[in-house]
Structure formats: structure tokens, C-alpha cells
């Protein structure tokens, strides 16, 4: 053979082998991405053949799909279809659009995975009907059911996790939204009722427990400040503060006061953990400007803040902004100025501090599953940060537990269980106070963390408390995952 032939021959063998790996890499590495690809019609087709599968909670479906009588086949149908709107969302083959559980895990419900695919071959050779994956969530219906019938008339949001493994067991968005009206085959109907959704003034199509306009996190935030000065090294919750009745923000002429007008108890100095008990405003933003931007950063970042999860919903994230100045830095004591979060970031510094400092990644979805009940996927718990030693969450659940036995946040008291938490009334723009809880029970083996938020002043004006309205719903809330 010439040299010429040679250098031909491995040439064409190159090409070849160049071929045979893009195929490969299409076919198999690249295979569920071109499946999910909306501009994929024929997948699109192909789906409209399978019944999609259930989301479940517990034995229950709150997602199901019901045969039609047109090209689709199929129809989504929810069950409680408001409450459990933030959790599903809707699925629409006439429009191509779905959001919730059902976008997020569009792959598996609609059995188009390129594994999936393989049973689905099998199944058709074997004369049986197509359906898709089904996926078992990890919500606990009694809980969701409190938080829904808690938020009635009010726009906010409620996250409750299991706080040693990050298991979300509920999440809930007021006013909600019907989405059967959006999961109906005629387009108009569809159409009209998303605009007209979108044009209501309190904005129902937002999930405000994991987005929307986030707000700030007021007192609430002050739990991340202790951490952070526990974290220091330089402070116990003991260390004392001065304690005026007014305090001017550092390098401004701007004062700012506590709630009650007055100094925090009596004295010329206050604690941490009295600032905490009481929820006073002045010492934690005194705490805030001695501990500097960087340093509550770095804390509040080992919580969550800055960080984008996917649940697997996309959250947005929570906001601790960087080179905050000295007056900026010490609104965001007692969690004002430029800090904003969510629910489920709340949620996650109330079950840190409740799992002994180890932050958890939340999650929402504990398995997909076949139609025979076979475990398709299961999913597992997932460390995120170590936020604060054991021994201080040890030492911060105490006062969190005062708080509520004695001091700011009474409205989550239960009988015959020791509740740990703190409240927050949060000033936003020209807007009534954003209404805040979170915190976690029973103290010593917390079972349940939970946050609420409530907007617009739970409809009371500038009067409306993190305590009077907020704490009250998360009681709700805790009793029910405690049976109780």
C-alpha cells in the first residue's frame, strides 16, 4: 500500500470514528436534552400518546391525567388544585406550557427519559399501554392543609422542612389559582384566564414562597447575626451592648428606634440574647456595625443567602448584597435595608439552628416511581453548610425557646411543647409591614421547621405583628405535623 493510501485510510477512519462518537454522544449522552427540547415536535407528538404520571403525596395523587376525547388524549386533572398550585403548577400540551412539578420534571411524567424510553419499548412490545413516571413527593398533606386554611385572605407563604434532612412538607402561596382552568384544551379559555391572572393587583401566579418580589426579612434576620457574631469567636449570647432608646445610624444623622420606643429592659446595657427575646432593634444593629458586611455575609451565605437551589423548582435567591457600608450594614442588624428572602430561606436558618448548626439541602421529590410502584429514582439527603457550631445552635435554641415562652413571638406558644422562634415586622418602602415567623419544634428534637411570611400588612394596616398574625399560623402549622 502507498504511502498516499495509507494516510487516505486513516484519514476516512478518523472521519468514521469522528462520526460514530457524535452519534453516540447524540444519541445517548445528548439524549434527554433533545427530548425536552420544545422545538423537538416529534417527541411532542409522541408524548400526547402516553398518559403522563401522577405526582403523589403519600398514597395520593394531587396530579393525575384523565383520557379526552381529542388529538391529546389526555387531560391533566388537580385535586385541591389551589393549595397545591405552587407545588404541581400546571401542565397545557395545547399551548406547550407547564411550570411547578410538572415542568421541572416534565421528562419523567411524560416518560420521555432517554432510560424511560427502554421500559417503554418493552411495554409496547408486549401490548400494554404507555404511561410515564410517576413521583412521590415529600409533602405532608395535614401540614399543607394548616398552612393553606391559616393563610385564607392573606397574600403570603408558608415552608415547612424536616430539619435533618431538608424535606420540604409544605409550601404554600395565597391567593392561589385554579389550575385546572389553566390545564383545559381550549386555548382561548386557557388564554383568557392567564391574562386575567396576571392582571390581578395581588399577583397569585406568584410562588411566594420560594419568589415573587422577595421582601425583607425584618427581625427574623436578627437569628443570622447572632450566628454570625457566635461564629466570631468575639461574642456569647451574654456579651453585653449599649442600650439607648435611640440610636443614630453610624457616619448619618438618621435614628433609628426599637418597637417599643423605649431601651431594651432596663438598664444602660442589653444582651444578644435579650436583644433576641425582646427582638429589639437597637443592640442588633449596634452588633451588625461592630461585626461588619463580611462577616454576617459569610454567615448568612453558610444558611443559604446568595445561593440558587433547585428543589427541584428554581428559587429565587435571597439577597445578603457585598460591600454594604457601615449604616447599610447595621439596617441589616434587626434585617432591613438592602437584605431581602424568601420563606424557604427562613425556613433553612430555623432548621439549621434546629439540625445543631448543618444546613440541609431542601428538597421536594423523595422518589419517581413505575406504575408497578418500583423505585424508577430515589432521592436523597444532601448536606449544604455547616452555618454555626452545635454547641451555639444549642445555646441560640434556648433563647429562641425564651422568645417564644416569654418574649416577642408568644403567638407560636403550644402546649406542652417547647417552640423555638422568632418574629419580625418588617418595614418595606411605603408599603404596610411585611409580617415574618420562623422558627422550629419541639426544641430538643425538632420534628419541624417553618417560616411565614405575610404581605401588605395581613390587611391591617401598619398595626399587623409578626407575632399577632404570622406566629399564629405557623402554631397551626407545627400542630399539625405533630398530630396535635
Given at each position: ?8 485510510s486513516?484519514?476516512?477512519?478518523a472521519?468514521?470514528?469522528?462520526l ?6 447524540i444519541?445517548?449522552m445528548?439524549?434527554d436534552?433533545?427530548?425536552q ?7 411532542r407528538l409522541?408524548s400526547y400518546q402516553?398518559?403522563?404520571g ?9 396530579a ?6 381529542d388529538?391529546y388524549q389526555y387531560q391533566?386533572?388537580?385535586t385541591d388544585a389551589?393549595m397545591w398550585?405552587?407545588?404541581?403548577g400546571?401542565?397545557?400540551p395545547?399551548?406547550q ?5 410538572e415542568?421541572?420534571?416534565n ?6 427519559t432517554?432510560n424511560?424510553?427502554?421500559?417503554e ?7 400494554q399501554p ?11 398533606a ?6 393553606w ?11 415547612a422542612?424536616?430539619?435533618?434532612t431538608g424535606?420540604i412538607?409544605?409550601?404554600a402561596?395565597t ?8 390545564a383545559?384544551h381550549?386555548?382561548k ?6 391574562d ?13 414562597a420560594?419568589a415573587?418580589n422577595l ?8 437569628l443570622v ?5 457566635l461564629?466570631?469567636g ?5 456579651s453585653t451592648?449599649?442600650?439607648p ?7 448619618t444623622s438618621?435614628?433609628?428606634s ?8 432596663e ?6 440574647a435579650?436583644?433576641i427575646?425582646r ?10 456595625a461592630?461585626?461588619?458586611?463580611k462577616?454576617i ?10 445561593s440558587?437551589?433547585a428543589?427541584?423548582?428554581k ?8 460591600g454594604?457600608n457601615d ?6 442588624g ?11 430561606q ?21 422518589a419517581?416511581i ?8 430515589q ?16 445555646a ?5 425557646v ?13 402546649d406542652?411543647?417547647?417552640?423555638a422562634g422568632?418574629?419580625g ?7 404596610p ?9 419541639p426544641?430538643?428534637?425538632p ?12 390587611g391591617r394596616g ?5 407575632n ?17
Open positions: 500500500m502507498t504511502k498516499e493510501l495509507r494516510r487516505l486513516f484519514v476516512i477512519l472521519m468514521f470514528l469522528s460514530f462518537l457524535a452519534t453516540s454522544w444519541q445517548v445528548d439524549a436534552n433533545l427530548a427540547n420544545p422545538a423537538n415536535t416529534r417527541t409522541d402516553i398518559q403522563r401522577s405526582i403523589l403525596v403519600g398514597d395520593s395523587a394531587i393525575s391525567s384523565a383520557p379526552t376525547d388529538k391533566r386533572v388537580y389551589a398550585a405552587p407545588v404541581t400546571y401542565f397545557n395545547v399551548l406550557s407547564s411550570t411547578g412539578i415542568s421541572a420534571l421528562a419523567e411524567l411524560s416518560g420521555t432517554s424511560s424510553l427502554v421500559a419499548i418493552e411495554r409496547i412490545l408486549s401490548g404507555q404511561q410515564g413516571l410517576s413521583v412521590k413527593l415529600t409533602m405532608n395535614n401540614a399543607q392543609r394548616a398552612a386554611d391559616a393563610l385564607q385572605g392573606l397574600q403570603g407563604a408558608v415552608v422542612i424536616e430539619p435533618s424535606r412538607l409544605a409550601m402561596s391567593p392561589g389559582f385554579d389550575t385546572n382552568k389553566l383545559v381550549d386555548a379559555a386557557v388564554n383568557t384566564e392567564h386575567a391572572l396576571v392582571a390581578d393587583p395581588t399577583k397569585p401566579l406568584y410562588n411566594r420560594i415573587g421582601n425583607p426579612p425584618g427581625s427574623t434576620f436578627k447575626v447572632a450566628s454570625a457574631a461564629n466570631s468575639k461574642y456569647t449570647l451574654d451592648l449599649p442600650n432608646a435611640r440610636y443614630t445610624l453610624p457616619g438618621t435614628q433609628i426599637n418597637a417599643s420606643g423605649t431601651t431594651c429592659g438598664g444602660e446595657t442589653t444582651t444578644i435579650q436583644a427575646i427582638s429589639c432593634n437597637i443592640p442588633m444593629a449596634e452588633l451588625a461592630e461585626l461588619g458586611d462577616a455575609r459569610e454567615t448568612a451565605e453558610k444558611y443559604g443567602f446568595n440558587e437551589f428543589i427541584p423548582l428559587a429565587t435567591p435571597s439577597k445578603y448584597p457585598e454594604l449604616p447599610q450594614t447595621a439596617l441589616t434587626f434585617g432591613q435595608g438592602q437584605v431581602t428572602a424568601t420563606p424557604l427562613m425556613a433553612m436558618v430555623a432548621a439549621g439552628i434546629a439540625n445543631g448548626g448543618a444546613v440541609m439541602k431542601p428538597r421536594m421529590v423523595d419517581v413505575r406504575d408497578d410502584f418500583s423505585v424508577y429514582k432521592y436523597t439527603d444532601e448536606a449544604f453548610d455547616q452555618a454555626m457550631p452545635a454547641d451555639q445552635a444549642k441560640l435554641t434556648s433563647v429562641m425564651q422568645g417564644v415562652s416569654s418574649g416577642a413571638a408568644t403567638g407560636a406558644r403550644i406542652g411543647v417547647d417552640v422568632k418574629t415586622t418588617a418595614q418595606n418602602g411605603s408599603n409591614y411585611t409580617l415574618w415567623f420562623t422558627g422550629f419544634a426544641a430538643e428534637n420534628k419541624v421547621a417553618v417560616a411565614v411570611v405575610v404581605e401588605d400588612g395581613g401598619q398595626s399587623g405583628s409578626g399577632g398574625i404570622a406566629a399564629p399560623i405557623a402554631k397551626k402549622v407545627i400542630e399539625a405535623v405533630l398530630g396535635r
